[in-house]
């Protein structure tokens, strides 16, 4: 599959595969150094580029938590929705100054017309399960506090018509964060679509994906999703991945048929390990009378939506888009 990429794109999963198996130690640490060397970042800014301004958003210093927001200043319009963005890294690294992240966010904000906020959540190991998931939580909590909102967010941002978005280990979080929310009263808060972009799930069984792409797929592995999980569970706590955390269509999964879980697109890839649980979660969303639609790109890889020179990502943009409409243009039309 990679012999038929752009050498931009090849050159950059190698260095990406090399990375992670370079991060990740065999005593379950993480060599933040070696990340530091490699994590180019970018700083917010004030003043327009491309059509996206960016400032940052303290919402607890003593964790650390915080967000970056994007805001598109081409669209005036009086109601732009919000999407909270979960970046991935495996629970481990990455965040949303990370040029990546950054330049990932500005194409939302400008391309889907939509203000995007994109969490900065504490990371593992040093940070395990539920950490991340209630960082998550906690943004929408202080999203929907009235104060926060008028001093953070754009006049016109509707906190109303809320999506919550992430990618890979993201997109694990921001389901979570989701079910959370489907089971909250909020005062002003309204999630109403889950865009879940190559889904970090799992189970104890070697899916048929797992076997046939193993050695052959960029940037996932076996080896590395196991020592990912091992990372991101609780110490001490006996776990298999038939958790409901990890495996959440799976014998323990959660009951969701009678919440308010949202409208979901779920994004997979054909060259992916993971693949097999990501479709197994979006039928598993259908037969809980969930509203959910599953987009494949067969020749693609796991989250070759930062590559911007490949025409998928750009297609890829387009089908968030389409997503984003179909939602909203029920939220308008549905009784008050």
Not at 12 to 17: A, D, F, G, K, P
Not at 146 to 174: T, V
Request: glycine residues 6%.
């Amino acid at each position: 599959m990679t012999s038929t990429l752009p050498w931009k794109t090849r050159i950059l999963l190698w260095v990406i595969n090399t990375g992670l198996h370079l991060i990740t130690r065999k005593d379950g640490t993480v060599n933040r150094c070696l990340i530091k060397l490699v994590d180019f970042r970018t700083p917010p800014s004030s003043k327009p580029i491309n059509g996206v301004k960016t400032y940052d958003v303290m919402v607890d210093p003593t964790r650390k938590l915080w967000f970056r927001v994007f805001v598109p200043t081409q669209y005036t319009v009086e109601d732009l929705p919000v999407i909270v963005f979960f970046h991935g890294g495996g629970y481990v690294a990455v965040s949303p100054d990370a040029t990546i992240t950054h330049d990932f966010c500005c194409r939302f904000a400008r391309e889907l017309h939509v203000i995007v906020v994109s969490v900065d959540y504490r990371l593992a190991p040093e940070h395990r399960h539920p950490s991340q998931h209630e960082d998550g939580f906690d943004v929408l909590k202080f999203l929907d506090n009235e104060e926060n909102r008028s001093i953070w967010l754009p006049e016109n941002a509707n906190i109303s018509r809320c999506f919550i978005a992430g990618d890979s280990a993201g997109g694990h979080i921001a389901h979570h964060v989701v079910l959370r929310a489907s089971q909250s009263n909020f005062q002003q808060l309204l999630v109403i679509g889950l865009v879940a972009i190559h889904p970090f799930f799992g189970g104890e069984e070697r899916t048929d994906s797992e076997i046939r792409l193993a050695g052959s797929a960029p940037i996932l592995s076996t080896k590395l999703t196991d020592w990912l999980w091992n990372a991101f569970m609780p110490l001490g706590e006996p776990y298999n991945r038939d958790h409901p955390i990890i495996n959440v269509s799976g014998p323990n999964s959660v009951d969701i048929s009678k919440t308010d879980f949202p409208a979901t697109m779920v994004v997979v890839a054909g060259f992916d390990i993971l693949r097999d649980w990501q479709i197994r979660y979006y039928e598993w969303l259908k037969k809980s009378g969930k509203e959910a639609y599953l987009v494949d790109y067969p020749n693609m890889f796991h989250d070759f939506c930062f590559f911007p020179e490949l025409p998928e990502s750009d297609q890829l943009i387009l089908e968030v888009k389409d997503f984003l409409h179909k939602v909203l243009l029920k939220a308008c039309s549905a009784p008050m």
